[in-house]
Nanobody, 127 residues
């Protein structure tokens, strides 16, 4: 069973930056779509950002709340995805989870489409 291993969470002051990373435990097959979701206390899990590789093209998607502040990147050959976060605010405090799927997901925002999930990493932004 493929596992997704996340790293990079932590505590940062408002306005600060963090970089999250995620890697699949094996590269037997390639992940086509990889993304990040987050869940804040008392709230539902929400889509943050995703990247999708297909026929030499790379597509990106971001939730409006993070556009211009977060950047998703990855390497399809290595099954890795990263999330660079800048200008963090307390509203970004959440457990961030990496997700991946071997398929071309038309909707990268739908969590139910992803077959593989990481355990999550805590991001806390203090005011």
């Amino acid at each position: 069973q493929v596992q997704l291993l996340e790293s990079g969470g932590g505590l940062v002051q408002a306005g600060g930056s963090l970089r999250l990373s995620c890697a699949a435990s094996e590269n037997t097959f390639r992940m086509i779509t990889m993304g990040w979701f987050r869940q804040a206390p008392g709230k539902e899990r929400e889509f943050v950002a995703a990247i999708r590789w297909n026929a030499g093209n790379t597509a990106f998607d971001y939730v409006d709340a993070v556009k211009g502040r977060f950047t998703v990147s990855g390497d399809s050959a290595k099954n890795t995805v990263s999330l660079q976060m800048v200008s963090l605010s307390p509203d970004d405090t959440a457990v961030y989870s990496c997700a991946a799927d071997r398929g071309f997901l038309p909707s990268m925002r739908n969590a139910r489409n992803y077959a593989y999930w990481g355990q999550g990493t805590q991001v806390t932004v203090s005011s």
